[in-house]
């Protein structure tokens, strides 16, 4: 069986929202060809170091489907983010 998948671009804040001390971070996400934006928006408000409030709209800045070429790029700009490596490597450690 053959998976089709979509491709993200998620624009996600870290930080402290709402003291003007966060960060805004793209991250890619490859899911189902079956998931749509708001399945997408609820992967990405549960990662990792995403703020989290009531509703998933303040945690996300922008999220759109893109193509595969511009996924690869996009992870591979993700891990030079030093913000993204020192995320990851301290879940590691959690």
Request: proline share 1%.
């Amino acid at each position: 069986m053959i998976t089709k998948w979509k491709y993200w671009r998620v624009i996600c804040r870290y930080g402290h929202v709402g003291r003007k001390k966060e960060i805004s971070v793209a991250r890619y996400i490859r899911t189902e060809n079956a998931c749509n934006l708001m399945d997408v928006l609820n992967i990405a408000s549960r990662m990792p170091g995403v703020k989290k409030r009531k509703d998933i709209t303040h945690s996300i800045v922008e999220a759109k489907c893109i193509n595969k070429n511009q996924y690869e790029q996009g992870i591979e700009v993700e891990e030079q983010n030093l913000y993204v490596q020192n995320l990851l490597k301290n879940r590691q450690v959690d």
